[in-house]
C-alpha cells in the first residue's frame, strides 16, 4: 500500500487499511482478504485486494477526484482458518467506530463456481449472497441382526437417512429449480456391515438468496425426512441447525455496477453469490457492492484456482470504472450514511 | 460335565468334551458353545451346550442306550469375543485327529431372530446356514463448493451411494422375496456440510441359502451401483469383499428332526439360519443337523435376549428325541464316516 502512496494501518483485529494522504471521511472502502484456506489458491480473495490497489493506484496516478475518497482494505481471517470463524475481521469492522467513516464497500472475487465460466460471460454481478440453513437430521429405527431379521421386522434408520440424502437434489428442484442444497455428511450406527442401522444421521443444507425458498425448501425437506422414515418404519428428528439470513445488494451499487458492465460490452450477468463474502457482512451496516469473475473450471479452495490475466485486468478496470461513478455525489450520497 | 457322570477334557484350543465312560467310536456329538459376545445374554450359546448335557444325563439316568454313543460340546470362541476371528473351536476341530471318531453333529441353539414367535412357531428345523458375500461399493465423483456449484455441475458421489443404500431392499426382494441384505456402513468424503462428496463408501452385504440368489443378488447390485452413478455422473467401483459359502444341513438328519418336530406336536417350520453357527463349520466334515427354539423379540447378543423355560424345556426334550433316533444304527450310519 505504501508503495502504491497510500498510507497504511492496521487495526486492532489486523485489518490493513490505506487511503490516498488528504482525503476525508466519508471514504468508499474497496477491498476483500488476503487469508486464504489451508491448501488453497491465489486469486482467493487475494485478487479483490490487488484489484482495488491497482485501481486506487491508477486513480492517484491520474490525480482523479475520485482517488481521495477511496479507502482500500484488506480484511483478516476471512476463510477462518486463522480461527475466528470466518468473516472475523469485516465482522470486527462493524463494531469498530471507522464503519461510521465510510459511505460504502465494494468488493471484486473471483465466482468459485462455474455458472459464469460455462456460459461464456466474464463478470458478474452480484444480486445478493444466499442465506444458508442446515438441518440435522436423525432416523430412529432398531438396530437388528442382519442376518437373521426379516425385512418385514426391520427398522433400518439407515435407509431412511440414505432415501433422504437421495432425494435432496429433486426435493430443491420442485421447490424453486434456482436453489441449492447439500447432503454432505452422513453416518449409520452402529455402523457395522452386518447389523441393521438402528440409528443414522444426515446434515442437509439449503441455500437461496430467496427467504421464501429457504423457508419452502425446509418444509420439504421435513416431509420427506417424515415420508423416508415411514418407509423403513422410523421416526424422523429433524432439528435446526446453522441460520444465515440472505444478505441483498445495495440496490444503487447493483444499478451502477449494471451500467458499467453494460459498457463495458464483454457479457455478463446477475447473480447470486452461493459462497459467503466480508460484502455479506458489511452490508449488515453498509451499502455494498459485488462484481465477480469467472473461476476456470468453477475450481476455488484449490491450487488450482485460476482466471485468465486477461479476465482479472477486465475485472479490475470494471471495479475502477465503479469506483469513479460512486464516488460520484449522485450514486455515492455521504448523507445516507 | 463330571457332575452329570461324563468324563470330560478340553482339547489344544480349550473346547470341552464329555462323555460317558465305556462307549466308543463313533460318538453323535451334541452341543454348541459357551462363549458369548460382550454385553450379550444368557441363552446364545448355552442353552445348546445346556440341552445336550440335560439330555446326555436323562439318557445315562435312564440307563438308555443311546447314552454311551453322544459326546457333549462346549466350542471354543464361537462368536470371535476372544480374538479367534469367531468359529475358532468348531474349526479346530476339524483339524483335529478326534472328528474322525465323531459320526455327526447336532445342535440346539435360539433363533436370534423373530421368525418363529412372529408366526407363533415353537420349534425350527435349520435346512442350512446363509451364505454371506459383502461387495465394497466406492463412488467417485467431485469434490465441490455445495453453494457456488449448481446442481447440473455437480458429480455428487454421496448421492449415488445414497441412492444405492436405499435401493438394497428392493433390488434384494427383486432377486429372491426369501433373502436378506444390509447396507450398514456408509460414508461421504471430505464429510463436510457445505462440500459436495466427492468421494462415497458403502458396504452392501446379501445373505441367502441360495447360491443362485446370492450370485443374482451381487450381479443386481452391481448394476444398480452403477446406474446409481451414472444418475449423478459418478463413477461406481464394486469390490468383492467377505465370502462365506452356503451349508447346508445334512438330509438325513433333517428328516431327523422333522419327524421328531411332527411328534411333538407343536408348530414348528423348516427355516435357514441368517446367522453362522458351529454346526456351519462342522458341516464341512461331519453331518450335521440343527433346531431353533425361539427368541423372544428376535432380540439377541443383548442381556434382553429371552426364551420362556417351556420352550427351552421343550427343546431340549426335542433334541432328546432326536439323539435317540440319530443313534439308532438306521438313521446314525458309522459306515458313512
Known amino acids: 500500500m505504501e508503495a502504491a502512496g497510500l498510507v497504511a494501518r492496521a487495526d ?20 476483500s482478504h488476503t487469508d486464504t484456506v489451508l491448501a488453497g489458491g ?3 480473495g487475494a485478487f479483490g485486494v490487488m484489484a482495488a490497489l491497482e485501481a486506487c493506484r491508477a486513480l492517484s496516478d ?15 481471517d476471512e476463510e477462518g482458518a486463522a480461527g475466528g470463524g470466518g468473516l472475523s475481521g469485516s465482522r470486527a469492522l462493524l463494531r469498530d467506530p471507522h464503519v461510521d467513516e465510510l459511505g460504502g464497500y465494494l468488493e471484486i472475487h473471483i465466482e468459485q463456481g462455474p455458472v459464469l465460466e460455462s456460459e461464456g460471460r466474464e463478470l458478474g454481478v452480484v444480486e445478493g449472497i444466499v442465506g444458508i440453513r442446515r438441518l440435522n437430521v436423525r432416523m430412529e429405527g432398531e438396530a437388528n441382526h442382519a442376518g437373521t431379521t426379516p425385512y418385514a421386522a426391520r427398522r433400518d434408520a ?5 432415501k433422504l440424502a437421495w432425494q435432496v437434489r429433486d426435493i430443491l428442484h420442485g421447490v424453486d429449480p434456482t436453489m ?35 423457508e419452502r425448501a425446509c418444509e420439504a425437506v421435513h416431509a420427506a425426512a417424515k415420508a423416508a422414515a415411514d418407509d423403513f418404519r422410523c421416526r424422523a428428528m429433524v432439528e435446526p441447525g446453522l441460520v444465515i439470513e440472505p444478505v441483498h445488494m445495495d440496490p444503487r451499487f447493483i444499478e451502477t455496477l449494471v451500467s458499467v458492465c453494460e459498457r463495458n460490452g464483454r457479457p ?6 452461493g459462497a459467503g463474502h466480508d460484502a455479506g457482512a458489511l452490508a449488515a451496516r453498509l451499502p455494498a457492492g459485488m462484481l465477480f469473475v469467472p473461476s476456470r473450471g468453477g475450481i476455488s479452495h484449490s491450487p488450482l484456482e485460476h482466471t485468465d490475466d486477461r479476465l482479472l485486468v477486465q475485472g479490475a478496470q470494471a471495479l475502477l470504472n465503479a469506483i469513479v461513478e460512486m464516488t460520484d455525489p449522485l450514486v455515492f450520497d455521504p448523507t445516507r450514511n
Open 42 to 44: 491465489r486469486l482467493d
Open 268 to 273: 455478463w450477468r446477475m447473480m447470486s453469490s
Open 62 to 76: 491520474a490525480g482523479h477526484p475520485a482517488a481521495p475518497k477511496v479507502e482500500v482494505v484488506s480484511f483478516h
Open 158 to 162: 439407515g435407509a431412511a437417512a440414505a
Open 12 to 31: 486492532s483485529v489486523n485489518n490493513v487499511f490505506g487511503r490516498q494522504p488528504g482525503g476525508s471521511a466519508p471514504w468508499l472502502l474497496v477491498g
Open 180 to 214: 441449492v442444497g447439500n447432503a454432505g455428511v452422513i453416518g449409520f450406527e452402529p455402523g457395522s456391515p452386518n447389523v441393521v442401522p438402528g440409528g443414522a444421521t444426515l446434515v442437509v443444507e439449503v441455500r437461496s438468496l430467496s427467504e421464501q425458498s429457504v
